[in-house]
Structures are given as C-alpha cells and as structure tokens.
C-alpha cells in the first residue's frame, strides 16, 4: 500500500509560481510514473503532467507546457510540480497519482492540495 500526501498548494496572485510536492510512501517509488491530475468543481479531473519510472521523456497538458515542469527524486521518494506563470485558469485541486502499471504494483491517488490564482 502507497501512501502519497501533497502539499505546497496555497493562493498566488497571476503571473506567480507554486511547487506542488507529492511524498509516497509504503512501496517501490522507482517503480511508479508519477503524475499530476486537477480537478474544479463540477468538472472531471484532467491530467496536468506525467514523468515516467523508466528514462522517457515528461508529457504535459498542451496548456501548462512552458510554464510547469514535473520532476522526482527517487532518493526522497517525492515527485514535484513546478508551476510558473500561473493564471486564473489553473485553479483548482491538485491530485498526486501514482501509477505502476508497468510492474503491476497498482495505482494510488493523493488527498488532493488546493491552488487558487486570482488577484
């Protein structure tokens, strides 16, 4: 069983910056691609970034691209998201997942941190 807690969430003014840190715990983190998820009300939750267990390159939501950056350390067991030039726009609840599909180890979500942007 794998434990994620995000934190750094918070309010920011536009034009701002956030990092998002996602601490797992309880399993292989090396194992896992880990990956950001957001969420408004009424709305599905949308995927924001992912970096993969092995080499292979991050992906991201063709709207955050420039602007976040998603890292890990597997020697902190903790994945980050570096959010920069923040907007309105990316309010939300931000979701840590883990996902260890490729090892079958199964897949964890995080209890969500909040991110408000607005002046």
């Known amino acids: 069983q794998v434990q994620l807690v995000e934190s750094g969430g918070g309010w920011v003014q536009p034009g701002g910056s956030l990092r998002l840190s996602c601490a797992a715990s309880?399993?292989?983190?090396?194992?896992?691609?880990m990956a950001w998820y957001r969420q408004v009300p009424g709305k599905e939750r949308e995927f924001v970034a992912r970096?993969?267990?092995?080499?292979?390159?991050?992906y991201y939501l063709d709207s955050v691209k420039g602007r976040f950056t998603i890292s890990r350390d597997n020697t902190k067991n903790t994945a980050y998201l570096q959010m920069n030039s923040l907007k309105p726009e990316d309010t939300a609840v931000y979701y840590c997942?883990?996902?260890?599909?490729?090892?079958?180890?199964?897949?964890?979500w995080g209890q969500g941190t909040q991110v408000t942007v607005s002046s």
């Open positions: 309880g399993g292989f983190f090396s194992r896992y691609t």
């Open positions: 970096i993969p267990w092995s080499s292979g390159s991050p």
């Open positions: 997942y883990a996902d260890g599909t490729d090892w079958r180890v199964g897949d964890y």
